[in-house]
């Protein structure tokens, strides 16, 4: 079976959302154009990257191109809206990929499948016939920066991390590794 490869050329959207509580998120990036949406599962970590590779993307781009590549991005407001449901999850991403379309001005992310095989680096942002599907979305600077901008919202809005260790902090407390496991009550926790 050849690979599906979803293809968004001017979405209405491209965000990170998430599902369930701090410390029980689910991940997902979605797109949406016109009647269509596709959502994809993830990790955390793959959205800080991703949100990190964009930015830093956008950096080089203004640096070789000049300054009109961003600036325009900081004007437009960020996307706050949660995500589309139902929220059918297309697959589990495994690869990214990310690049500068010099022809369309946009920056082009490709979302790849997980699979058990190893992936040809020649496929990611390729429209072979053989591979992982792939979710592949065109944005302009300015939606590449929104885009970056809520992912690091979506992040910074789970678990508070622990002042000491930096591991997250649940609502009971945790073992800190900077205490050798020593947990301190709080006043109120107390009896």
Known sequence: MSR???????????????????????FYLQAIEESRTVSVLLEKQQVTVLAERISALLAEITRRFGAEVSQEATDNPVDVEPLAFPLEEEFRVGTMGLGWDADSRSIVVELLALTEEEIDESVV?????????????????????????????????????CPLCGEPLDASG?????????HRRSAAGER
Do not use: K, M, W
């Not at 920066?145 to 910074?156: D, E, G, K, L």
């Open 125 to 161: 942002l390729d429209d072979t016939e053989e591979g992982p599907d792939a979710v592949r979305v065109f944005l302009s600077p300015v939606q590449a920066r929104a885009f970056a901008t809520r992912a690091v919202r979506v992040i910074s809005a789970g678990r508070l991390p």
């Open 174 to 182: 945790h073992i800190c590794s900077r205490q050798n496991g020593y």
């Open 4 to 26: 599906v490869i979803h293809v968004f050329r001017q979405p209405d959207r491209f965000i990170a959302g998430t599902v369930g509580e701090p410390g029980q998120r689910t």
